[in-house]
């Protein structure tokens, strides 16, 4: 018979161990402060936001810290430097880990170089943690330099980094980067705009055959169909790469809240920087497929009238190994307009290809 199971309410029920009769803590019990303050595998879910919340458990935790079960493809730091011993080897989507070594299995350590998300993994990253991981087929992955290890080389198709094609598999050749060029077959962000990666074959251009014999009546070129486009609400799908500038807090995990879909507003602290630095965000989109940009919309956030985008500028290139050339800058319509209204915290965007939400202040 089908079941259908319903998230446990989150649930404070003592703290500092007591009252004695509650611990250790069943799942979405609080408070608790460390792993034993919870029951036989269950954690304790330390909580730095009001609206955290808990897989398996139904709620946000005003900052509360709660016991739950951790989903195997859950981001969580299960220790640090080797501490505690129980833990390590780390299992799928556990952090910190230093290498390869700390992480169980064919696991590999995800290492923090980018706000881009862990491969197979759900949840947010925790600072700069590192994280073990699955490694997807041809995901780009640096597995070595210079030869070293020799147990990574020859290396295979998405790998690096490669000097020539002898450290390549065989039927592999070592493409070179210089400008952040795309790897043939592989998905995934380089290391950076220069390390080289063992690449497959790519495929040859097919030539029509040449024929000298005369035709008996002229041909007329059969038109050729315009290419499909596919009209999308946002092209800054999940991996596409996010940077600050002009702030003091430099956090990645609150990057992406200024193109989540949400209202949920990103922060940057600009004491001692104002008339002296711009600030914003620099986005990359990851999607490895050419896109058109029809418009650009901007939602208010909550209580800053004077901390909405004010320009932008957006650049364009058809080719990885070109320049980028800016296509269009400028202000946005609202800089001049005062009396903007502002949107509550946390509402999602309910926008389409042709048309923004309507109930939010916008401009575009």
């Given at each position: 018979?089908?079941?259908?199971?319903?998230a446990?309410?989150?649930?404070?029920?003592?703290n500092?161990?007591?009252?004695?009769?509650?611990?250790p803590?069943?799942?979405?019990?609080?408070?608790?402060?460390?792993?034993?303050?919870c029951?036989?595998?269950?954690?304790?879910?330390?909580s730095?936001?009001?609206?955290?919340?808990?897989?398996?458990?139904?709620?946000?935790?005003?900052a509360?810290?709660?016991?739950?079960?951790?989903?195997?493809?859950?981001?969580?730091?299960?220790g640090?430097?080797?501490?505690?011993?129980?833990?390590?080897?780390l299992?799928?989507?556990?952090?910190?880990?230093?290498?390869?070594?700390?992480?169980?299995?064919?696991?590999?350590?995800?290492?923090?170089?980018?706000?881009?998300?862990?491969?197979?993994?759900?949840?947010?990253?925790?600072?700069?943690?590192d994280?073990?991981?699955?490694?997807?087929?041809?995901?780009?992955?640096?597995?070595?330099?210079?030869?070293?290890?020799?147990?990574?080389?020859?290396?295979?198709?998405?790998?690096?980094?490669c000097?020539?094609?002898?450290?390549?598999?065989e039927g592999?050749?070592?493409?070179?980067?210089?400008?952040?060029?795309?790897?043939y077959?592989?998905?995934?962000?380089?290391?950076?705009?220069?390390?080289?990666?063992?690449?497959?074959?790519?495929?040859?251009?097919?030539?029509?055959p040449?024929?000298?014999?005369?035709?008996?009546?002229?041909?007329?070129a059969?038109?050729?169909?315009?290419?499909?486009?596919?009209?999308?609400?946002?092209?800054?799908?999940?991996?596409?790469?996010?940077?600050?500038?002009?702030c003091?807090?430099?956090?990645?995990?609150?990057?992406?809240?200024?193109l989540?879909?949400?209202?949920?507003?990103?922060?940057?602290?600009?004491?001692?920087?104002?008339?002296?630095?711009?600030?914003?965000?620099?986005?990359?989109?990851?999607?490895?497929?050419l896109?058109?940009?029809?418009?650009?919309?901007?939602?208010?956030?909550?209580?800053?009238?004077g901390?909405?985008?004010?320009?932008?500028?957006?650049?364009?290139?058809?080719?990885?190994?070109?320049?980028?050339?800016?296509?269009?800058?400028?202000?946005?319509?609202?800089?001049?307009?005062?009396?903007?209204g502002?949107?509550?915290?946390?509402?999602?965007?309910?926008?389409?290809?042709d048309?923004?939400?309507?109930?939010?202040?916008?401009?575009?």
């Open positions: 018979v089908p079941t259908l199971e319903v446990r309410p989150l649930e404070l029920v003592g500092n161990g007591e009252p004695a009769h509650f611990f803590l069943d799942a979405c019990l609080g408070d608790c402060d460390i792993d034993s303050d029951q036989d595998g269950l954690l304790c879910f330390q730095d936001n009001v609206n955290d919340a808990i897989p398996g458990c139904d709620g946000i935790t005003n509360d810290d709660y016991c739950f079960e951790r989903p195997p493809d859950y981001l969580y730091v299960l640090n430097n080797g501490e505690p011993a129980s833990a390590f080897p299992p799928l989507c556990a952090g910190d880990c230093d290498d390869d070594e700390e992480c169980a299995g064919d696991l590999k350590c995800f290492k923090f170089n980018s706000p881009e998300p862990v491969p197979g993994c759900v949840g947010e990253r925790e600072g700069s943690n994280y073990c991981w699955a490694r997807p087929p041809k995901y780009l992955w640096t597995m070595g330099n210079n030869g070293a290890p020799e147990s990574a080389y020859p290396l295979n198709e998405c790998e690096g980094d000097d020539n094609d002898s450290e390549c598999a592999l050749s070592c493409f070179h980067r210089t400008h952040g060029e795309a790897v077959g592989c998905v995934g962000l380089a290391a950076d705009d220069t390390t080289d990666y063992c690449q497959g074959p790519t495929p040859e251009p097919t030539m029509s040449i024929t000298s014999s005369p035709t008996d009546s002229p041909t007329t059969e038109p050729t169909s315009a290419p499909t486009l596919n009209t999308v609400n946002n092209i800054l799908v999940k991996g596409s790469v996010m940077t600050a500038f002009g003091n807090n430099p956090d990645p995990k609150l990057w992406p809240r200024a989540d879909g949400s209202t949920e507003k990103h922060s940057c602290d600009r004491t001692g920087l104002q008339g002296i630095e711009d600030a914003g965000l620099v986005v990359m989109p990851w999607h490895n497929k896109s058109v940009a029809q418009a650009l919309r901007v939602y208010s956030q909550n209580d800053c009238s901390c909405d985008p004010a320009s932008y500028v957006l650049e364009g290139r058809s080719d990885p190994s070109e320049a980028w050339t800016v296509i269009s800058e400028g202000y946005l319509p609202w800089v001049d307009d005062a009396t903007t502002r949107n509550a915290r946390g509402l999602d965007v309910s926008s389409t290809y048309s923004p939400d309507a109930s939010l202040v916008h401009t575009e």
